[in-house]
């Protein structure tokens, strides 16, 4: 008949999660009331079928992902150094005004101008994925050429820019040293005030 012949499609439930397909190329319409649960697709499968990628597939693997921002401050005068203020692990976690230690994680939440701006970055930017790179040198190579060959920076400016990259990175849990002394932080009791 027409309908063996013509290729189901996944409908979209209201609040936007894929509905299965059972064996029988039904659709659960009904998620809520459905004494199976199994019939509500994982986020990561949904990633997945919107990529168009075979969720089957033994080769994709899915693994966690730690992503941190780093900004470039000066310190010490006219030193620059790249330091953690974020990290995202499941949640994401900020750098508490101090900077002594991380917040409590949390839910990030994006404004949508954020998400348009990510959108058109990821669009007309500079993103390489699966590079191999074993350095940050060598990655700040791979990144820098990439630009220069896509006319988003001119040759003149990229020894420049690969000198700001190479800065030194400071990771929150690491401590400046003064003196070859570590800095502690200053500890009082309610009595000594």
């Not at 220069?148 to 000198?163: A, G, I, M, S």
Request: proline share 4%; with cysteine; hydrophobic share 35%.
């Amino acid at each position: 008949s027409s309908d063996e012949e013509r290729p189901r499609k996944v409908m979209l439930s209201r609040r936007g999660r894929l509905a299965s397909i059972t064996d029988d190329g039904d659709t659960c319409k009904n998620l809520k009331n459905s004494p199976v649960t199994s019939h509500v697709t994982p986020p990561a499968q949904r990633v997945q079928f919107i990529l168009g990628e075979d969720a089957d597939d033994a080769t994709l693997e899915s693994h966690p992902l730690f992503s941190e921002m780093e900004e470039l401050v000066r310190v010490d005068g006219d030193v620059l150094e790249w330091r953690e203020t974020a990290r995202w692990v499941k949640f994401e976690e900020d750098v508490e005004e101090g900077g002594n230690r991380w917040s409590k994680p949390h839910v990030a939440t994006l404004s949508l101008h954020s998400l348009f701006e990510l959108r058109s970055f990821i669009l007309n930017g500079t993103v390489m994925l699966d590079v191999e790179a074993y350095t940050l040198d060598q990655l700040a190579d791979l990144v820098l050429d990439n630009m220069v060959n896509t006319n988003v920076l001119t040759l003149e400016f990229r020894d420049q820019v690969k000198e700001v990259l190479l800065q030194r990175h400071r990771h929150q849990h690491e401590r400046r040293k003064e003196n070859n002394m570590s800095r502690l932080p200053i500890i009082r009791s309610l009595t000594e005030i």
